[in-house]
């Protein structure tokens, strides 16, 4: 068998297994091995292929990983799709004795609570930050 069907048989099992995992950097991987599989067409020898697919792959993943960390949002308590709702507003109409209150936001019932030091009023709010499943709310 020659070594190019080698290195393309490894690379469509990383893409069956970075489609059976998620994992963006198996993909990465797979890149790294088709370029071990393309330096095995150009008729390199096979630790110049080994070579190709380190070099590719591996600086593939790298730049994936550090690409990633770069972009970070600096928020490392809220989930990342959170700061689509900070800011937003919502109506309060009680609060609970443990300063906790059910408010409708997004077609759905959540638990808000409030701010520490600001006062339980009904009333208008304005969503400050995500903290787990509950609102953490200002008032307005």
């Known amino acids: 068998m020659a070594y190019s069907t ?3 048989l490894a690379t469509g099992s990383a893409v ?6 998620g994992t963006f950097y198996l993909l990465m991987i797979a890149a790294g091995l088709a370029a071990g599989a ?4 150009a008729g390199l020898p096979p ?3 080994i070579v190709a697919s380190a070099l590719v ?3 593939a993943v790298l730049l994936c990983y550090y690409g990633k960390r770069r972009k970070g ?3 490392t308590n809220a989930r990342l799709d959170a700061g689509l709702d900070v800011g937003e507003h919502v109506q309060v109409d009680a609060w609970a004795p443990d300063a906790t ?4 936001y997004r077609g759905t019932l959540w638990t808000a609570i409030l701010r520490p030091g600001a006062s339980a009023q009904p009333g208008l709010h304005r969503i ?3 903290v787990g499943s509950r609102l953490l709310l200002d008032r307005m």
């Not at 393309?38 to 067409?41: D, G, Q, T």
């Open 6 to 8: 080698l290195w393309w």
């Open 16 to 21: 069956v297994a970075e489609l059976l995992t």
């Open 38 to 41: 393309i330096a095995a067409h």
């Open 47 to 49: 630790p110049a292929q």
């Open 57 to 59: 792959g591996g600086g």
């Open 73 to 75: 949002t600096g928020r």
């Open 101 to 104: 209150a059910q408010v409708r």
């Open 128 to 130: 400050v930050e995500v």
